[in-house]
């Protein structure tokens, strides 16, 4: 098994792949500026967490953001701008939160690999570990960040039908399989690649699951099962 450290690696690939989005809507020089478009792009975060993308028009922004409808025609030409933009945001601020993410989780995970021993007991308990780390990443996201995942499920639908946004959803899988990848890399997969898209797939299809029931209905123990099942087989079983 590698010893690389965790958190470098991930956190640096993230902030790189945020660092190349790029906005559609006028830039700003000054800080009250960007502030106020920044207030814009949240506000339609907001609408489209309770009223989904198609509910997002410049009156109805203005109102949310508390701002003239002048502000929003200023900053932003059309619909098109307001929404592609407000995914980039959202982009950059994934970024951010899985740089954290991954730093936070580096300690953890570097006692969990010094533990290995070669042995088959060992290497078991590793994959316990790790199945039972992923259900909780699971359960939080869906507890504390329940807004995030429905903006992220909202854009990867309308990516489908606006080509603006698929460059955007690339950075954002980027930045989730990065990590991941670096991870397995950590764990001494042999292919590393190809385990971080599974494992990101198979969380993806659980945080959707637990929006459409709510967090109290999540089959914990069904998922920490199935997460347990596939670090076996990672881990060499």
Not at 37 to 52: H, K, P, S, W, Y
Request: net charge neutral; no cysteine.
């Amino acid at each position: 098994m590698s010893s690389t450290s965790l958190s470098p690696n991930a956190a640096e690939a993230a902030y790189a792949v945020a660092e190349r989005v790029h906005y559609q809507g006028r830039k700003t020089s000054r800080q009250g500026s960007e502030q106020r478009r920044q207030t814009i792009l949240e506000a339609v975060m907001r609408i489209i967490v309770r009223d989904g993308v198609r509910a997002v028009r410049h009156r109805a922004v203005a109102a949310e953001a508390q701002v003239p409808l002048s502000a929003t025609t200023y900053y932003f030409k059309d619909i098109d701008d307001l929404i592609t933009d407000t995914f980039a945001l959202f982009v950059e601020r994934s970024a951010a939160q899985m740089a954290s993410f991954w730093a936070g989780i580096e300690e953890s995970v570097a006692q969990m690999v010094s533990r290995l021993d070669g042995s088959e007991q060992a290497r078991r308990q590793l994959a316990d570990e790790l199945a039972a780390m992923a259900v909780k990443y699971v359960q939080h996201q869906l507890r504390e960040r329940r807004d995030h995942l429905i903006v992220e499920q909202a854009f990867q639908q309308e990516a489908l039908l606006n080509p603006r946004l698929r460059d955007l959803v690339r950075a954002h899988r980027r930045i989730l399989q990065q990590g991941v990848t670096h991870f397995f890399e950590v764990l001494g997969s042999r292919q590393p690649e190809q385990d971080a898209v599974l494992l990101t797939a198979t969380i993806v299809r659980v945080e959707y699951q637990g929006l459409l029931d709510g967090p109290e209905q999540l089959d914990s123990e069904g998922m920490l099962a199935i997460l347990k099942r596939y670090m076996n087989l990672v881990l060499g079983f």
